[in-house]
């Protein structure tokens, strides 16, 4: 079968991951504006692994601008591991090249690049109080991940068989009482629709970083918002698990 020739456009929706702008006006705005680098990373043959890699790898080149207090090496290099990190995603779908086995090294990778930002950056300022926010802040965002990975494997057990006989992939919003109403209350929606980038931990959550070597008591800031973020979304999972029964 002849492969599906794209054609270059500015922006265009197709390839990008509907999932998660549907509902994110932010992450729609940074997946529009990488979405041409994408096109000439896939003009190019750029594997989504390669591109994860070259995420991972500006990572360690903008920790090293902090270890050199550089904060315009860290930004450059920071800009281009968001960059990278999201076209793998978009230049996989364009290549009918996504994950197929459960190794999620997109994921890991953000995991490993969230943390030692975090913790770079506390190098950088060497003040105990940050020193403390830092760890609270990296201990809860992987807690956090670890509970999300058991909501995602709760939802698709308890995923309707007869919904997945028709190969619908399974909602949110079938586990979840307050994420039905919510979705069933139109002007409720909206709203909820607007404010859900400031509340929620995704790929838009990384320009955070962007400014917290320009000053001490935004890092301040910034730890504590993403303390607050990662609480929430915490207890969110465990009260879905905690009223989950075990299979």
Known sequence: MKEKLIKFKLYSEEYLNREAINHNFVLKVMYGCSYPFSYFFYKLNLSPNLLTWLSIISCALACYGLLVKSVEIFILFWLLSILFDFCDGTVA?????????????????????????????????????????????????????????????????????????????????????????????????????????????????????????????????????LIMLTFIGINLRLGVLSSSLKK
């Open 93 to 225: 779908r364009m290549t009918k090249n996504e994950r197929k086995s459960l190794l999620r090294f997109d994921h890991y990778s953000d995991i490993c690049k969230f943390s030692s930002v975090i913790l770079f950056i506390a190098i950088n300022y060497d003040n105990t109080i940050y020193w403390i926010l830092s760890f609270t802040c990296s201990f809860m965002y992987l807690f956090y991940t670890v509970l999300d990975h058991d909501v995602v494997l709760q939802v698709f057990n308890n995923f309707d068989k007869n919904k997945n006989e028709k190969n619908e992939k399974p909602k949110l919003r079938d586990n979840f009482k307050f994420i039905k109403f919510i979705t069933n209350n139109e002007s409720l929606f909206n709203l909820v629709k607007l404010l859900m980038p400031f509340f929620i931990i995704n790929g838009h959550t990384l320009l955070i970083f962007l400014f917290m070597p320009l000053s001490i008591n935004f890092a301040y800031f910034a730890l504590v918002y």
